[in-house]
């Protein structure tokens, strides 16, 4: 592999990807578990730049899963301790509804209510001026429900200040693409820098 640069550290862990999840993984690992050497690599140029920016910014509260008893509960209990832990980012001052088809869905209203009842997550009838925005010719029921959205410029700013606090190390506009069974280390990580260089960083562990 030419111009291949080796990293003369061994990281205790290299974390891919600077989304939410890969950094609450890379501050979790040096505030909870002890390791000293992270190195967490993102391909943009800036925090949570991708999927934690381009998503639908919803703290789900369990309605979107009524096929999944288990992935709708585990929101309801999570929902409430993202709001704890991260109120600077919550964002309420909005009208949530949910509508229900009448053809082609895989849930009706009533087993939409009955989930509802189940997993605890509460929901009343959407009022007429709500329902007005629908097509009742293909919208059997319109719901008011109780969920938040975040704001990702807020938890960015959360993320760098505590990944600095931390001391994860942060490599930008830096795109992994081999991982190996390394010489000296248990795993070897390659990476393209933005020069259009490589190099390759030797470490414990590896989380994608």
Same mark, same amino acid.
């Given at each position: 592999? %030419?111009? !291949? ?17 890969? #950094? $609450? ?14 190195? !967490?690599?993102?391909?943009? %140029?800036?925090? &949570? ?22 992935? $709708?509960?585990? /929101? ?28 082609? *869905? ?8 009955? =989930? ?9 009838? $959407? ?6 925005? =629908?097509?009742?010719? &293909? ?5 008011? +429900? ?9 938890? %960015?700013?959360? #993320?760098?200040?505590? &990944? ?13 693409? $081999?991982? *190996? ?9 390659? +990476? ?9 960083? /030797?470490?414990?562990?590896? =989380?994608?």
């Amino acid at each position: 592999m %030419s111009g !291949l640069n080796k990293g003369e550290i061994c990281h205790d862990a290299v974390v891919i990807g600077g989304g939410f999840y890969g #950094a $609450a993984i890379a501050i979790y690992l040096a505030r909870q578990r002890g390791f000293k050497r992270i190195l !967490l690599i993102e391909r943009e %140029s800036a925090l &949570l730049m991708r999927a934690s920016y381009n998503n639908q910014a919803r703290v789900h509260n369990g309605y979107h899963y009524p096929r999944s008893f288990t992935t $709708a509960y585990r /929101s309801r209990v999570n929902l409430p301790k993202f709001v704890r832990d991260w109120p600077l980012a919550i964002k309420q001052d909005f009208t949530k509804l949910y509508a229900i088809a009448r053809r082609n *869905s895989k849930v009706t209203a009533k087993q939409f209510e009955r =989930f509802c009842r189940e997993i605890g997550a509460g929901i009343k009838p $959407a009022e007429p001026s709500l329902r007005a925005l =629908f097509e009742p010719r &293909l919208i059997e029921q319109v719901y008011w +429900v109780n969920e938040c959205a975040f704001d990702t410029s807020q938890l %960015s700013i959360w #993320a760098s200040r505590e &990944l600095k606090e931390s001391g994860v190390q942060v490599h930008y506009q830096t795109r992994v693409v $081999a991982i *190996s069974k390394g010489r000296l280390a248990p795993l070897e990580v390659v +990476v393209d820098l933005a020069q259009g260089e490589q190099q390759a960083f /030797s470490c414990r562990y590896v =989380f994608n």
